[in-house]
């Protein structure tokens, strides 16, 4: 049997993840991370890490197994959390959680593992691993969607490489959160009734524009509200069926013109361009994100700096008195201004494609990759816990186009989009704009 370090967070997931490594006949070793020590901005009530790590003490002692701690909270600022201030302060949305995962627990915490005389490192993410080997011996590793699609956490793992998919362990990736808490009462853990842990990975959840504001400046700026009918939004032509008319063709909606097929076992097939399909300016126009000035649309209200704010966002806007709730359509941070529409069916909230810029496109397993100028069928998502959609992929030299079959509500630029053929996670990027 093999060393395993498995990551101790003191929650219910790796704790049962722990116990299962055990009865398996690992060895197990404990490791907990200690990676932010400052509170600006988090929530009361939200408990420290120190709590976090007697649980995974209580847990380690209840196991009969070793725990090591470990403070990698530098390279968590300067990895993660810096990146997180950036992309805000650019007027993006980033996912800290994904960067974590990339940055943090499969890289500075996986050498640290190593150092442990580690064959593996373990974790409670809610995904599978499988191999595959091809004709040549060479094994090729999989990420796979966790059994229990309340919990699937694949999404937050779309950034890994080979490399650290070769050192990863899942042992509750096959089974139903129920299961685990039922395992964890039974065998008596701490952890067994402790809450999930919410908010950004490490910190807990908090008050975003004041933890911004530890290093992004508040600034009053105005909010400017576009109305359904601005002209813009019919110059797009869009369909009865959801898609969108460019150059002539109909592209984007469920009676659109095929841009890829599926073979008969539903597992993903790259085509060539065909005739008809859409050019790299359909593309770019598909994907663009809409763009407004203060012309555009009546002031109605103040706020505190655009780049404390998200598209997609409702809440934190202290705008009332009104029918419907009032949604963040796009932020400029250079002029502070904030662009907001009426009701969860305004044409500014959707949009039919995104763009991946090509240095961003991010293949689990690089010969799953689509070569430039073909195209694929996936399903898609653009955020955690959000239904995969059906949408066809194209690479360009200028980047990846996500065409969706329906309009996707709050495309957010730093958002992390990540495509599956079936249960498998096969690519993932970072939304352009």
């Not at 008319?245 to 109909?250: A, D, E, F, L, N």
């Not at 409702?314 to 662009?339: H, M, P, Q, W």
């Amino acid at each position: 049997m093999a060393r395993v370090v498995i990551g101790l967070s003191g929650g219910v997931d790796s704790s049962v993840a722990a116990w299962l490594l055990k009865q398996q006949g690992h060895e197990v070793v404990g490791l907990f991370m200690v990676n932010w020590h400052d509170t600006t901005g988090t929530l009361e009530g939200d408990c420290p890490w120190h709590d976090d790590r007697l649980f995974a003490e209580l847990v380690a002692k209840k196991l009969d197994i070793p725990l090591h701690v470990v403070d990698l909270s530098a390279d968590y600022r300067t990895r993660v959390v810096d990146y997180m201030f950036a992309e805000y302060e650019r007027g993006r949305t980033p996912n800290p959680d994904v960067l974590c995962n990339r940055e943090i627990k499969f890289d500075v915490f996986l050498r640290e593992a190593l150092k442990l005389g580690a064959d593996f490192v373990a974790t409670g993410h809610y995904c599978r691993k499988a191999e595959e080997t091809d004709a040549d011996g060479a094994v090729h590793y999989k990420l796979l969607a966790g059994t229990d699609p309340n919990k699937d956490q694949s999404y937050f793992l779309c950034q890994l490489s080979q490399e650290q998919l070769r050192y990863a362990m899942f042992p509750v990736g096959g089974l139903l959160k129920p299961e685990v808490r039922r395992i964890a009462e039974e065998q008596g853990l701490a952890t067994a009734k402790r809450k999930d842990s919410q908010g950004i990975c490490f910190v807990g959840k908090v008050d975003l524009p004041v933890f911004l504001q530890q290093k992004l400046t508040a600034k009053q700026g105005n909010i400017h509200e576009i109305l359904p009918a601005w002209p813009k939004y019919s110059r797009r032509g869009r369909n009865t069926d959801g898609g969108m008319t460019i150059g002539g063709s109909t592209v984007g909606g469920p009676a659109g013109i095929p841009l890829a097929e599926e073979s008969a076992a539903g597992k993903s097939t790259v085509g060539a361009p065909a005739a008809g399909d859409p050019s790299l300016e359909d593309l770019v126009a598909l994907a663009a994100p809409w763009r407004y000035t203060v012309r555009d649309g009546k002031k109605i209200g103040t706020h505190n700096g655009a780049h404390f704010y998200t598209i997609g966002q409702r809440k934190g806007l202290g705008i009332g008195g009104r029918r419907e709730s009032l949604f963040i359509l796009a932020t400029d941070v250079d002029a502070n201004v904030i662009y907001v529409g009426e009701g969860d069916a305004h044409p500014g909230l959707w949009r039919p494609a995104l763009r991946i810029e090509p240095s961003e496109i991010h293949w689990l397993d690089p010969l799953r990759a689509v070569p430039v100028g073909r195209q694929a069928r996936f399903r898609v998502r653009i955020r955690y816990r959000q239904p995969l959609q059906d949408a066809t992929l194209h690479v360009r030299a200028e980047g990846a186009f996500v065409v969706f079959d329906v309009p996707q509500r709050g495309i957010a630029p730093g958002q992390f989009a990540a495509w599956y053929d079936g249960d498998e996670l096969v690519g993932s990027g970072v939304i352009a704009e």
